[in-house]
Nanobody, 125 residues
Framework: QVQLVESGGGLVQRGGSLRLSCVAS????????MGWFRQLPGREREGLSC????????EYADDVKGRFTTSGDNGKNAVYLEMDRLEPDDTGVYYC??????????????????WGQGTQVTVTS
């Protein structure tokens, strides 16, 4: 059974950092592109970053480029999102995602085959 379990969300002050973790089970990361998404209050879910560990590539949305870093540990079957210089506008629910087999980094919900449960990130001013 495919499962993505996230952790690491919480409350942080403006300018602070958080590291989100996503532990996968039921499949091997090597065969899929993994992504991080978020849903800000009153807005649609948006893609933030992708990791394709089989080829060692990462991609980032313009809004987070230079502040967020995604990485993976195939030994732990886990992916991470390091978020730096957080702002109140980053407050929302963050999701780990596994794209459908053969899909690359598209940031489209319909291309995602499995979602984590979501973790709340709150940035205070």
């Amino acid at each position: 059974q495919v499962q993505l379990v996230e952790s690491g969300g919480g409350l942080v002050q403006r300018g602070g950092s958080l590291r989100l973790s996503c532990v996968a089970s039921g499949f091997t990361l090597d065969y899929y592109t993994m992504g991080w998404f978020r849903q800000l209050p009153g807005r649609e879910r948006e893609g933030l970053s992708c990791l394709t560990s089989s080829v060692g590539t990462t991609e980032y949305a313009d809004d987070v480029k230079g502040r967020f870093t995604t990485s993976g540990d195939n030994g732990k079957n886990a992916v991470y999102l390091e978020m730096d210089r957080l702002e109140p506008d980053d407050t929302g629910v963050y999701y780990c995602a596994r794209y459908l087999r053969g899909k690359g980094c598209t940031y489209y919900d319909l291309d995602v085959g499995a979602w984590g449960q979501g973790t709340q990130v709150t940035v205070t001013s």
